[in-house]
């Protein structure tokens, strides 16, 4: 396997966490900001941060100690803001019952909306400070917001988030030649796209929230599009991103953050499961982990299970 990594909230990074991850020998440190409905938000508070001399200080610590920093997170909002919708309402999704709406995603049949995301795509990719090539801009954290305009609802939730993820990759790669685009297999993306085929690049990224958190992946439902996903866009970067250290949900994403004990049984069969299809790249949230849930606990967390998978051929 290639790579691992833990994803934290941008807020929750310190030099405690670096040093833990370079002490358990994970690769990869992932800064996701809070998803939910308001993540054209916590994507800008995350450009901002990446402004701060201090917050740049602890990124260059991380990879002068050897970790690579990727960052993953929610962004259509962000690249399309609602106030877009009075001058263009085409740009936006159609919802079901026939109305144009600024809510979630956009229309991805609409080639003026396509290109002007994919070009704030590529505004967005210079900012993110010391990031690596493979680049991470999902879909609107929400479910049943495809667009269902005349052209649209031809394509499936899947197939319109290729379309928009193809024309995005196109344009950074007019910028740096090796960038790379996850598609998330997620909420009404699981399924593997029929209609549409991902340009050289496009790398599955799967993560299953709908899952059993305390059932072996492989024998729950929730398993049953990896095969196709894995056919469509190879093994090549594929990438599993899992929950058995994300405290945020594990929490109902309310703070104060519960109390916490990953489920070591469930990571390890996962793990091995994942590795058997081929994925190259397993990662997991790790949210909800920070300082203040030291302070409630007494206690740092425990990242060593994870790192013990990891390194268990």
């Known amino acids: 396997m290639k790579n691992a990594s833990l994803l934290i909230h941008p807020e929750e990074l310190s030099y405690k966490w670096i040093d833990r991850m370079v002490a358990h020998k994970i690769p990869t440190l992932g800064?996701?900001?809070?998803?939910?409905?308001?993540?054209?938000?916590?994507?800008?508070?995350?450009?901002?941060?990446?402004?701060?001399?201090?917050?740049?200080?602890?990124?260059d610590d991380a990879i002068e100690k050897g970790l690579k920093i990727e960052y993953e997170m929610h962004v259509i909002r962000y690249l399309l803001p609602a106030s877009e919708f009075d001058a263009h309402p085409d740009w936006f999704r159609m919802n079901d019952q026939g109305e144009r709406v600024s809510d979630f995603n956009f229309c991805a049949s609409n080639e003026e909306a396509l290109d002007f995301v994919a070009e704030r795509a590529a505004e967005v990719a210079k900012k993110l400070y010391r990031g690596s090539n493979?680049?991470?801009?999902?879909?609107?954290d929400s479910k049943?917001?495809?667009?269902?305009?005349?052209?649209?609802?031809?394509?499936?939730?899947?197939?319109?988030?290729?379309i928009i993820l193809n024309r995005m990759l196109a344009r950074l790669q007019k910028d740096n030649p090796d960038a790379e685009l996850a598609y998330l297999a997620y909420h009404d993306c699981i399924k593997a796209p029929t209609k549409v085929k991902p340009i050289k690049g496009i790398?599955?990224?799967?993560?299953p929230i709908s899952r059993d958190f305390h059932r072996p992946l492989c024998e729950s439902e929730q398993s049953e599009p990896l095969e196709a996903l894995i056919a469509l866009f190879g093994k090549t970067g594929a990438k599993a991103l899992d929950y058995w250290y994300d405290n945020s949900l594990f929490s109902k994403w309310k703070k104060p953050p519960v109390h916490f004990e990953v489920d070591a049984e469930v990571l390890h069969a996962d793990f091995a499961y994942y590795r058997s299809l081929g994925f190259e790249d397993i990662g997991c949230?790790?949210?909800?982990?920070?300082?203040?849930?030291?302070?409630?606990?007494g206690e740092e967390p425990d990242i060593s299970e994870f790192a013990k998978a990891y390194y268990t051929e």
Do not use: I
């Not at 994507?43 to 602890?58: G, I, S, V």
């Not at 493979?134 to 609107?140: A, N, V």
């Not at 049943?144 to 290729?162: G, W």
């Open 203 to 207: 790398f599955v990224e799967y993560a």
């Open 134 to 140: 493979r680049y991470f801009m999902w879909l609107d």
């Open 144 to 162: 049943n917001t495809a667009c269902h305009c005349p052209k649209c609802r031809e394509f499936s939730p899947s197939d319109q988030q290729l």
């Open 31 to 59: 800064l996701h900001p809070v998803g939910g409905l308001k993540t054209d938000e916590t994507f800008a508070n995350l450009l901002k941060t990446l402004e701060q001399p201090e917050f740049r200080a602890m990124v």
């Open 285 to 297: 949230f790790a949210c909800y982990l920070g300082k203040d849930y030291e302070d409630l606990y």
